[in-house]
């Protein structure tokens, strides 16, 4: 059964902490692939300041150069509330035989019992929680049957986040370096952010 990691969020921009995570978990726990969801409307988070079509490129800009590593435009062709359990409902419809691992911070772990639908989530995948250094994670407060559908990964401290991105460029500050070179000229090409470069 081919193992598949997910890894969901709003891309708004991708970056290379999110690069390095997928393939922490990827190398850690021997996943063929890693698919990058962009959501159309995160439950929880901010309302992507650009097109999904425009974070979608960035995620596919990020992504082409890995052969492992691909874009997914599921929740964006949904459209509506990302829901999780929706898109993997779907997913599992498309691809029964698949093994779906749902990538996210050890942090968001803590939150996992307060997920839209995780109980029927928890049965459909499992979860990888990636552990940088000084990350709180609180797995045995959790309820067992999310401390059975959670495994481990490691990878370094990259404090890189999509709103610092945002910001330092609404400054007028360098994001190279924090973004591969590809979505770096993306977001220039097209104005993103309100970038002058």
């Not at 490129?57 to 964006?76: G, N, Q, R, W």
């Not at 993997?88 to 035989?97: D, N, S």
């Given at each position: 059964?081919k193992?598949i990691?997910?890894?969901?969020?709003?891309?708004?921009?991708?970056h290379?902490?999110?690069?390095?995570?997928?393939?922490?978990?990827?190398e850690q726990?021997a996943?063929?692939?890693?698919?990058?969801?962009p959501?159309?409307?995160?439950?929880?988070k901010?309302?992507?300041?650009?097109?999904?079509?425009?974070?979608?490129?960035?995620?596919?800009?990020?992504?082409?150069?890995?052969?492992?590593?691909?874009?997914?435009?599921?929740?964006?062709?949904?459209?509506?509330?990302?829901y999780?359990?929706?898109?993997?409902?779907?997913?599992?419809?498309?691809?029964?035989?698949?093994?779906?691992?749902?990538?996210?911070?050890?942090?968001?772990?803590?939150?996992?019992?307060?997920?839209?639908?995780?109980?029927?989530?928890?049965g459909m995948?499992?979860?990888?929680?990636?552990q940088r250094?000084?990350?709180?994670?609180?797995?045995?407060?959790?309820?067992?049957?999310?401390?059975e559908?959670?495994?481990?990964?490691?990878?370094p401290?990259?404090?890189i986040?999509?709103?610092?991105?945002?910001?330092?460029?609404?400054?007028?500050?360098?994001?190279r370096y924090?973004?591969?070179?590809?979505?770096?000229?993306?977001?220039?090409?097209?104005?993103?952010?309100?970038?002058?470069?």
């Open positions: 059964m193992r990691g997910i890894m969901g969020g709003a891309f708004d921009p991708i290379l902490g999110h690069l390095l995570a997928a393939e922490a978990a990827r726990h996943l063929e692939e890693v698919w990058f969801m959501s159309h409307i995160p439950p929880h901010h309302q992507a300041g650009v097109s999904g079509e425009q974070r979608l490129a960035m995620v596919e800009a990020a992504t082409h150069s890995h052969p492992a590593f691909k874009p997914l435009d599921i929740e964006l062709r949904r459209g509506g509330v990302s999780t359990v929706d898109t993997i409902k779907a997913l599992r419809k498309q691809h029964p035989e698949l093994e779906l691992f749902f990538i996210i911070g050890a942090d968001m772990v803590n939150y996992l019992p307060k997920w839209e639908g995780i109980e029927e989530l928890t995948l499992t979860f990888i929680g990636l250094p000084g990350s709180f994670l609180e797995l045995d407060a959790l309820p067992p049957y999310i401390q559908s959670v495994l481990l990964a490691d990878m401290l990259v404090d986040s999509s709103s610092l991105i945002r910001k330092r460029i609404a400054n007028g500050l360098s994001v924090m973004v591969p070179e590809a979505v770096y000229e993306y977001i220039v090409r097209s104005g993103l952010y309100g970038i002058h470069p």
